[in-house]
């Protein structure tokens, strides 16, 4: 199981970053409903597959955020 509630991450880190989740379309070359989906259907940001072995081998999944240096609001 993913512990995190990555929809709300996401528009937590659109916040912080001063942007909006059609800025982050653009930045990443993506259409802003892409986006939308993407962030609304949390089986699509973490693979299936991977969360089913490690829960098969006995593990959640708890993703961390870290902010690169050199990415400040580019």
């Known amino acids: 199981m993913v512990l995190n509630d990555l929809e709300k991450d ?3 880190k659109c916040i912080e970053n001063d942007t909006t989740q059609t800025g982050l379309a653009e ?5 802003s409903q892409y986006v939308n ?3 609304k ?6 693979n299936k597959t991977f969360v089913q072995m490690m829960e098969g081998l006995g593990y ?3 993703l ?3 902010k690169r240096e050199d990415n400040i609001n580019e």
């Open 60 to 62: 959640d999944i708890e």
């Open 64 to 66: 961390t955020y870290v």
């Open 27 to 31: 930045k990443i070359g993506k259409t």
């Open 41 to 46: 259907n949390n089986d699509g940001v973490v």
């Open 37 to 39: 989906r993407i962030v």
């Open 10 to 12: 996401i528009k937590i």
